[in-house]
């Protein structure tokens, strides 16, 4: 029997920095979470215990402090460029590194019409997020967003399902639909406008969740990446996580009171998970 060492990676997980970018007038605060993945030639470090080709994840720390302080100032996937392109070229024991980032959002606090200079307001727990995948003949661009928690009231429902004998859901066509989603699109090319191109997909997102008249949260889903897939050439594919963050009608009528669609039970667990890529033929 022989063996082998298969697929491999190693690297440094959730590097978190924080910046001030100091302008004149103002300060811009970026807050990111770096992970580094690389795989090559590391075979005899497994077999061997021979280092002298491996690059020390302490190493690949530092070097995302260092670039920070003179890369960080445009987009993420500018940034995560500038890493995973440092990697490539000084080590050629490489085939391939994977920089993953998150970027925790902040926005200027804002008084009667007028920015603040250097205080800040978190959006939530929404996230910009960023994959490199750089290879020695490709380079795979992929960005997204998480923890995009979105609601509408009405213009949603879901009926003419499979009914059996356990089946007690009510059919509806007027609900709360409410998720908590998860988006990532491929671009077609790793040199574009990422800060303008994010925004405007971001906002495509949201605007056909928004107006979409939805039948289903798969419909939805659907609509939403193929509205993307429409309005944006450079997109290849969009990936879409939308679990079904579900709102209960609650029951009045014990109190003899009418519900119409007006109090509801928000419930955490547990949710419908609904998952879906839309791209092109």
């Known amino acids: 029997m022989k063996i082998k060492l298969g697929k491999n990676a190693y690297g440094k997980n959730a590097v978190n920095i924080s910046k001030i970018i100091r302008h004149k007038d103002h300060h811009e605060f970026r807050q990111l979470s770096v992970s580094i993945a690389l795989q090559g030639d590391f075979e005899t470090a497994h077999t061997e215990g021979d280092n002298t080709k491996v690059l020390p994840t302490d190493t690949q720390k530092n070097t995302v402090y260092v670039l920070a302080k003179e890369y960080l100032s445009g987009s993420i996937e500018e940034f995560r460029l500038v890493l995973s392109s440092h990697f490539m070229n000084n080590n050629s024991q490489l085939s391939a590194a994977r920089i993953e980032i998150i970027e925790h959002l902040y926005h200027h606090l804002s008084f009667d019409g007028n920015k603040h200079p250097h205080a800040y307001i978190s959006s939530g727990n929404e996230k910009h997020t960023t994959v490199i995948e750089h290879e020695r003949e490709n380079i795979t661009v992929t960005s997204g967003i998480k923890d995009l928690l979105i609601l509408k009231t009405t213009d949603s429902a879901f009926k003419d399902y499979i009914k059996d004998r356990y089946t007690t859901l009510k059919e509806t066509d007027d609900r709360i639909m409410a998720t908590q989603c ?94 879906g890529t839309v791209t092109r033929e």
């Open 182 to 275: 998860k988006a990532e699109w491929i671009y077609t090319s790793h040199q574009l406008n990422f800060t303008e191109l994010y925004t405007h997909i971001r906002n495509s997102l949201l605007k056909t969740f928004a107006f979409h008249k939805s039948l289903s949260v798969q419909h939805t889903l659907y609509a939403m990446g193929e509205e993307v897939l429409k309005s944006f050439d450079a997109v290849k594919e969009v990936s879409l996580i939308m679990p079904n963050k579900h709102h209960i009608l609650f029951n009045l009528e014990q109190f003899g009171l009418e519900n119409r669609n007006e109090i509801f039970i928000a419930t955490d667990e547990p949710f419908g998970y609904i998952t």
